[in-house]
C-alpha cells in the first residue's frame, strides 16, 4: 500500500511513485466512508471532475465508481473541467456534498492529484481532512457503483459571463492570446471572449499529455510562448491560465509579464470603483505590500494571515471580504466563490482594460503613481534534514536588531519570520509545509535593496547569522 498522506489540499504524487488506481481508489474510498455516513438522500451528491493529464478522465471514472458504492449520487464531469467550474457547481447545489478533481493544478506533467472542494465550494477542513487521511488506507473491496455524466463547465461559464460588462468588453473590440498551457481552459475561455466580442488566438490548446515541456504555470518562463505571440499577433493583451483555472496572468501590449503581485492592486481599485464593492482584503503574509498600500488607499481593512488557502478560507468565512488573495497571485472573490478562480480573474481584467481605455502598461504605470513601484522577489533553499532541524529551532527565537545594513521596525513570527523596514520594506522567511525548503521573500522599493534583504535571509537560512545580522 502507498504511503499518503490527504491534507486541506488534497493530495499530489508522481505517477511513477503512487498516484496511480490503488492510491486513487483509497482516498475515493476514504472520501466515501465520511461523505456517506454523514448525509442521506437528497443531499448525498458528489461532484467528480477531471483534469487534461494522462489517464486523469480513467481515474476519475474509477473513483466515481468508488463513490458510488457508498450510497452516494455521484454526477461526473462529461469533458475536462477547470476547478473553479466544479467548486461554483457544487456551492450552487444543496444537495450536493462536496466535489472532487482529478488534477494536479500547475504541477508538472509527470504528477496527479486530487483536490476535493467542501459544500461551500471551497476547501475542506482541518479535521475533515484529517478523518480523510485517517481512512486512507481503506479498501472499498472492489466495489463499484453507477454514475451520471453532466455539463459542469457550461453553466459556470454562463453564469461567469453575467458578472461583467459585456457591452463595455465588446466595444473594445481587443485581440486577445490565450494560453491556456494545455490545461483545462483550453477551448473554453477562448471561446468565452469571443462570445464577449474577442478577436482571440489561442496557444497550447492541443491534447498534449507531456504539456511539450512546459510546466502550467502562468509565471516565468512558462510564459515565454504567449509574450511572443502577443507581439507578433499585434494583439492588446495575452491571458495565460494555470493547469486547472485556479490562477491566470496578464500579458501586456508589449508581450511583457504583468507582474502577479501587480494584478490584485489593480482588481481592488476595479471592484471598488466600478462595481461599487467594499470589504476587508484577505492576504496570505507574504504578499506584496503593494495589496496594503492600495487597500490603505481604498478605505479598506487589511487582513494578513499565515500560508495556506485554508487560512484564506476562514477569513472569508467570518465575511465581508472584497477579495481574498495568495502570494503566488491567485484571487478568490467571495461573492462569486471562497476559492481562487483564474477565469473570474481574467474576466475582470478583461472588463477593466475595457471600461478604462488604458493599455496594461499604462494601467500599471498609473497604479505605481498611486501606490509606487515596489520589487518582490522569492528563492527556495534546499537544505539538507539536520541544517532544516536547526533552523527550525533557531528561527523563533530571532529577533535581529540590524539585518542587511538596516533597522527593523517590526519582527513577527505569526509564520516563520517576517521582518519589516521604514517604507514597506520587509523579508521574510520560513520552512515548507508541504517541501523539504526554506522559502526566502523580500521586497524593497529598489532591485539592489531588495536583493541585499534577500540575500541576507539567505544567510540566515544557511546559518551564517554573524554575516547576514551585520551593521
Not at 490527504?6 to 481508489?25: K, L, N
Not at 533557531?394 to 545594513?405: E, K, M, S
Request: aromatic letters at 6%; hydrophobic letters at 40%.
Amino acid at each position: 500500500m502507498h504511503v499518503i498522506h490527504f491534507d486541506t489540499s488534497g493530495w499530489r504524487a508522481r505517477y511513477d511513485d503512487g498516484f496511480d488506481e490503488e492510491g486513487v481508489g483509497s482516498i475515493a474510498s476514504a472520501l466515501g466512508l465520511v461523505w456517506g455516513t454523514s448525509c442521506e438522500a437528497p443531499a448525498n451528491v458528489v461532484y467528480v471532475a477531471f483534469d487534461t493529464r494522462h489517464d486523469s478522465q480513467r481515474l476519475a471514472l474509477l473513483a466515481a465508481g468508488t463513490l458510488a458504492s457508498f450510497g452516494l449520487r455521484v454526477l461526473v464531469s462529461d469533458a475536462p473541467c477547470p476547478t473553479p467550474a466544479l467548486g461554483w457547481s457544487v456551492a450552487r447545489n444543496d444537495d450536493c456534498v462536496g466535489g472532487i478533481s482529478i488534477t494536479a493544478s500547475d504541477f508538472p506533467c509527470e504528477y496527479g492529484g486530487i483536490i476535493v472542494r467542501g459544500r461551500d465550494g471551497g476547501p475542506v477542513s482541518a479535521s475533515f481532512a484529517r478523518r480523510v487521511d485517517e481512512y486512507a488506507t481503506t479498501s472499498n473491496d472492489g466495489d463499484v457503483g453507477s454514475f451520471e455524466t453532466v455539463d459542469l463547465a457550461g453553466p459556470y461559464l454562463d453564469h461567469l459571463e453575467t458578472l461583467v460588462d459585456a457591452e463595455s468588453i465588446a466595444r473594445a473590440h481587443f485581440r486577445v492570446v490565450v494560453d491556456p498551457m494545455y490545461g483545462t481552459g483550453r477551448g473554453i475561455v477562448a471561446s468565452l471572449l469571443r462570445r464577449l466580442g474577442c478577436d482571440v488566438t489561442e496557444i497550447h490548446d492541443s491534447a498534449t499529455e507531456d504539456f511539450s515541456g512546459i510546466h502550467p504555470q502562468p509565471v516565468e518562463p512558462w510564459v515565454d510562448d504567449c509574450e511572443q505571440r502577443v507581439v507578433t499577433e499585434g494583439a492588446d493583451f495575452g491571458i495565460v491560465l494555470d493547469g486547472d483555472c485556479g490562477r491566470s496572468s496578464l500579458v501586456s501590449e508589449r508581450g511583457r509579464l504583468v507582474a502577479p503581485h501587480n494584478i490584485a492592486p489593480l482588481l481592488m481599485d476595479h471592484l471598488v470603483k466600478q462595481h461599487g464593492r467594499q470589504g476587508r482584503v484577505v492576504m496570505t503574509l507574504p504578499c506584496s505590500a503593494r495589496i496594503t498600500r492600495q487597500a490603505e488607499r481604498l478605505g479598506c481593512e487589511i487582513s494578513a494571515v499565515p500560508v495556506g488557502f485554508q487560512r484564506l478560507h476562514g477569513e472569508i468565512g467570518v465575511g465581508d471580504v472584497l477579495l481574498a488573495c495568495d502570494e503566488y497571485g491567485g484571487v478568490s472573490f467571495p461573492e462569486h466563490l471562497p476559492e481562487r478562480d483564474g477565469i473570474l480573474c481574467a474576466l475582470y481584467l478583461t472588463e477593466m482594460l475595457a471600461q478604462s481605455s488604458m493599455s496594461p502598461t499604462d494601467l500599471v504605470r498609473d497604479l505605481e503613481s498611486q501606490i509606487g513601484a515596489m520589487y518582490y522577489a522569492r528563492k527556495d533553499l534546499r537544505l539538507d534534514s539536520a541544517a532544516m532541524q536547526t533552523f527550525s529551532n533557531l528561527l523563533p527565537g530571532l529577533n535581529p536588531r540590524h539585518l542587511a545594513g538596516r533597522v527593523p521596525t517590526q519582527v513577527s513570527h505569526a509564520d516563520g519570520m517576517k521582518v519589516y523596514f521604514e517604507n514597506g520594506a520587509w523579508v521574510m522567511l520560513r520552512p515548507s509545509r508541504t517541501q523539504p525548503v526554506i522559502r526566502a521573500y523580500a521586497e524593497a522599493e529598489s532591485v539592489a535593496d531588495r536583493d541585499n534583504l534577500l540575500g541576507a535571509a539567505c544567510d540566515i537560512a544557511r546559518g551564517n547569522l554573524a554575516e547576514s545580522l551585520a551593521t
